[in-house]
């Protein structure tokens, strides 16, 4: 493995936590009231033995139980076979609204929503349980119950949330869809999980445009055979002739109801959510009750620093994890949901600093490929971000100039940036930073608690200053219980090496202080002429300079090198990428990488493709330009973005 040079001398610490602000966290106060001493001690504590650590956070989080558990973890199987609350009983919206009827947290909004035309909403714990109730009981009336998997296709709306913990509180199977996936991408993940009934709406607005997902959802449902219930927000529901049976989103939850919560097994399973289908079949990650929750909640209140009476904002979907995360996460710690439905920077680029001064948002979630969007457009005059007290980052590595940009500009050098990385299997982070820890650009303070990671070279050794496998050694509550009904790729995706260890497919380094980084996929990491090189490390070189505003790197064949490195850059508007630029960018990345490792071509495009949720897929990237074919690019938000890149050239 190579040393990592260009990560790894980012720079010195830039933010240190006050001593008020370290005592004063939820994660020390955890550590005090477990008796761990420090957080190293809590590290070390949860790392010999994990039970111990998970059932100390379920105790904090004060989880009722129908019936309690024998015992926190049997690994007795060994890591890949662990299972969880054994003998537990409990569905998680019994914790989630049910626990706090008649407690002050019942008057606290639970969801606070803003519409892109302005229109705003809250909703109380009451009035949310009180909803879901309404709903649930429509669910049963349609014949909905425990083991159903029902999909939920629908805008960022109080009614999302209404709808997939309706369908928990039944005892069935929240199938979330992200809300700008076309028919194929949608009959593709209701078909895979044999859903019963969809969820969805007749449309939202984006950009002052009306979008229709109805049409998109019955074309959807025309090719499953298995969804025989249509649930429309927004319709009166209409006779059809496939024998499926609609009905409108009133006429659901317009029935009356209670608030009875099906008994459910504390590891039933509760929500099937879908990676990314970018390179072949979606994979179906299984979560269960006491899985995704506790995680969530965990890492929300130990990383971020939540507690009860705080507003979370992240811009998301729910079709990506932290959609379900955001929604486990407030309501297990008391706190409300933040939601906005529409494009963040319309009708003005300041909208997004409007959201989160407006509504009280303590902390605000964001991407890298966001802040580079944000940045073209400056920090708005008179910007007033008092009650955010940190930001949250996520989706893909960080350059360093959009990362200080954020914290100097933006967060004015006294509001930390808390990185978190881990993905849809882990239910959360494997890593992230906290606010007890001091902070460096771009990097993380090391694994969450109750995550024992560590980065291997290729001999399985823990190694510091190298390149290497993000590995995790020991089991968490939050880990995936498998691909639903595909138990061997989920064990041949992470524990094809030994089934006590998950590779989780990143690539990270940790420098000698401590600080982590990620450098994006291990399958995208290049080997020029003998070199391994992050991705990451050549697209930071790049953006911030000569105005480039983001950058991609892949690697591709070469008879000599075996690959060589090739990058695309967008440019700030009204830029034109001429000649003598690209021969400026290519001469400040052969002195900073030096010439082996010199890009065979450097192209400008007007766009890079990328996910919702920010990330850039270079592996489709890499496909596009060698003209191969790209696979399922259903959750890209701009598959037009290839177009450009196919035409650059084929592969000989």
């Not at 076979?81 to 002050?104: F, P, S, Y």
């Not at 109080?158 to 069935?172: H, R």
């Not at 440019?571 to 001429?578: E, W």
Request: charged share 25%; glycine share 16%; net charge negative.
């Amino acid at each position: 493995m190579s040393e990592a040079p260009l990560l790894t001398e980012m720079g010195d610490v830039v933010w240190t936590p006050s001593r008020e602000t370290v005592e004063g966290s939820e994660l020390m106060r955890f550590v005090r009231k477990v008796g761990a001493g420090s957080l190293a001690g809590l590290h070390t504590r949860a790392g010999r033995d994990p039970g111990w650590f998970w059932g100390a956070v379920m105790d904090d989080l004060g989880l009722k139980w129908r019936v309690p558990y024998s015992r926190v973890l049997d690994d007795g199987l060994g890591m890949a076979e662990a299972k969880w609350c054994v003998g537990g009983r409990m569905n998680v919206v019994d914790n989630l609204l049910v626990r706090q009827k008649g407690t002050e947290v019942d008057g606290r909004a639970a969801v606070v929503w803003e519409g892109e035309d302005g229109r705003m909403r809250e909703m109380t714990y009451a009035e949310l349980r009180g909803e879901v109730g309404r709903a649930a009981a429509g669910l049963r009336r349609l014949g909905v119950g425990k083991g159903d998997v029902v999909g939920v296709f629908m805008p960022m709306v109080p009614e999302i949330v209404v709808g997939m913990l309706a369908v928990i509180a039944v005892g069935g199977i929240f199938l979330p869809l992200f809300s700008g996936f076309g028919p194929e991408a949608l009959a593709t993940r209701l078909a895979d999980g044999g859903a019963k009934a969809l969820l969805t709406a007749e449309g939202c607005t984006r950009r002052g445009k009306w979008v229709a997902m109805k049409p998109i959802a019955d074309e959807a449902v025309s090719r499953v055979a298995s969804v025989r219930t249509v649930v429309a927000l927004g319709g009166k529901g209409t006779a059809r002739s496939d024998g499926v049976v609609e009905v409108g989103w009133e006429a659901l939850t317009g029935g009356g109801g209670n608030e009875s919560v099906e008994d459910t097994s504390a590891e039933d399973v509760m929500m099937l959510i879908h990676t990314s289908g970018t390179t072949g079949k979606p994979k179906g990650a299984v979560h269960t009750h006491c899985g995704f929750p506790v995680k969530a909640a965990a890492d929300m209140a130990h990383g971020f620093d939540v507690r009860a009476g705080d507003r979370v904002f992240w811009v998301t979907d729910m079709g990506w994890m932290m959609g379900p995360w955001l929604v486990f996460g407030t309501l297990l710690l008391g706190a409300t949901m933040v939601l906005y439905d529409g494009a963040v920077d319309h009708p003005g680029a300041g909208r997004l600093w409007e959201l989160a001064e407006r509504h009280g948002v303590t902390t605000l979630g964001v991407s890298p490929t966001l802040v580079r969007a944000m940045m073209r457009h400056g920090v708005p005059e008179g910007l007033n971000l008092e009650t955010v007290r940190n930001f949250g980052s996520t989706g893909e590595p960080w350059n360093p100039g959009p990362w200080r940009w954020l914290f100097e500009e933006v967060g004015r050098s006294v509001k930390p940036i808390i990185n978190y990385s881990g993905g849809t299997e882990i239910s959360g982070g494997i890593l992230c930073g906290n606010v007890c820890s001091p902070l460096k650009p771009c990097g993380f303070d090391g694994p969450m608690p109750g995550m024992v990671a560590e980065v291997w070279d290729d001999a399985g050794k823990s190694v510091v200053g190298k390149v290497g496998e993000l590995v995790i050694r020991a089991p968490w509550i939050g880990m995936t219980r498998g691909f639903w009904n595909d138990r061997e790729r989920y064990l041949e995706t992470y524990f094809s090496g030994s089934r006590e260890v998950w590779v989780h497919g990143d690539f990270a380094t940790v420098d000698a202080d401590g600080q982590w980084w990620i450098l994006g996929r291990s399958d995208d990491t290049l080997k020029i002429a003998g070199k391994r090189l992050g991705p990451a490390e050549v697209e930071s070189l790049l953006v911030g300079q000569q105005g480039v505003v983001e950058a991609v790197a892949i690697g591709v064949p070469d008879e000599v090198k075996g690959e060589a490195l090739v990058c695309f850059c967008v440019l700030r508007p009204g830029l034109v990428g001429d000649d003598g630029l690209r021969a400026a960018l290519l001469a400040g990345l052969v002195r900073e990488l030096g010439k082996p490792l010199a890009p065979k071509e450097l192209k400008f495009v007007p766009e890079l493709p990328r996910t919702r949720n920010g990330k850039i897929m270079r592996r489709v990237v890499k496909a596009a330009y060698l003209g191969r074919e790209v696979g399922d690019v259903s959750g890209l938000e701009n598959p037009g973005a290839l177009e450009g890149i196919r035409g650059v050239t084929k592969e000989e």
